[in-house]
């Protein structure tokens, strides 16, 4: 039934309420999952002054960042014994980088958290999860902002055994360290 699952994470704690689920569902029908990721900054558009370099640099650190928190959420995964993998997709944003990688690795359920946000700040800000429920090919199952006074549920932290590095950044870069 749910051989594949995608889990979408923007590094949050709110993000990271999906994957308990995800973690039961895994355990349940002895799933993977694949963690992504996704770095988007809008396209530069120079006016005279320059900021390319300043752009350039703050793309590549928002990646370094992105694999280490995903080769991180995939380590504590990996030692609990689930197939767990990684996808992070550059340049894309949030929603079309999800439904994309749904569809490209013919994942058979999407796994995600919505912040929750109404009236105004749904308007301003958009809503991913709104945005993937509307175009997704798959089944997606939500989590929800638990309500104040509520704590989020965390999985355990582990220590890295090694420094991570950062090679040259590819468009889609995809790990298992399982």
Not at 17 to 22: D, K, R, S, T, V
Not at 54 to 70: C, F, H, I, V, W
Not at 104 to 125: N, P, Q, Y
């Amino acid at each position: 039934m749910f051989t594949h699952l995608l889990v979408p994470l923007d590094g949050s704690e709110l993000a990271e309420i999906a994957l308990p689920m995800a973690w039961a569902i895994a355990e349940k029908f002895s799933s993977k999952i694949t963690l992504l990721r996704a770095v988007h900054l809008p396209p530069y558009i120079g006016d005279g002054l320059d900021f390319a370099d300043l752009y350039t640099n703050l793309d590549q650190s928002m990646q370094q960042e992105a694999r280490a928190y995903l080769e991180d959420k995939n380590k504590v995964l990996c030692s609990a014994g689930l197939d767990v993998h990684y996808h992070l997709v550059v340049g894309e944003p949030p929603a079309d980088a999800i439904l994309l990688a749904a569809d490209e690795l013919g994942v058979d359920a999407i796994v995600m958290s919505t912040h929750g946000r109404g009236g105004m700040m749904r308007w301003v800000f958009g809503s991913v999860a709104d945005r993937v429920l509307q175009r997704a090919r798959v089944p997606i199952l939500l989590s929800r902002v638990p309500p104040p006074g509520i704590s989020l549920v965390q999985l355990p932290a582990i220590e890295a055994e090694e420094d991570l590095h950062s090679p040259e950044e590819p468009a889609r870069v995809t790990g298992n360290s399982c």
